[in-house]
């Protein structure tokens, strides 16, 4: 076999649909420091504080309700 030789490529499967993903966000010291502290402050994690105010916002905007996270 050449060293150039290419190893078979997998055939792609369909996307999970309940796989999870994520997103990171890049932020200053002082602001994560915040945030941890209103997440604290609302007895949840910076994640499921992040997903209520997106709701609540996209419910303000008129925007239809976010698919269950988990």
Do not use: C, H, I, V
């Not at 949840?44 to 209520?52: D, R, V």
């Amino acid at each position: 076999m050449s060293a150039r030789a290419t190893m078979a490529k997998k055939p792609k499967s369909k996307p999970n649909l309940d796989q999870m993903t994520t997103r990171a966000l890049k932020m200053r010291q002082e602001y994560a420091d915040w945030l941890e502290r209103f997440a604290d402050f609302n007895n949840s994690t910076t994640a499921t504080l992040f997903a209520q105010a997106l709701a609540d916002f996209a419910e303000k905007k008129g925007f239809r309700k976010p698919p269950a996270r988990t």
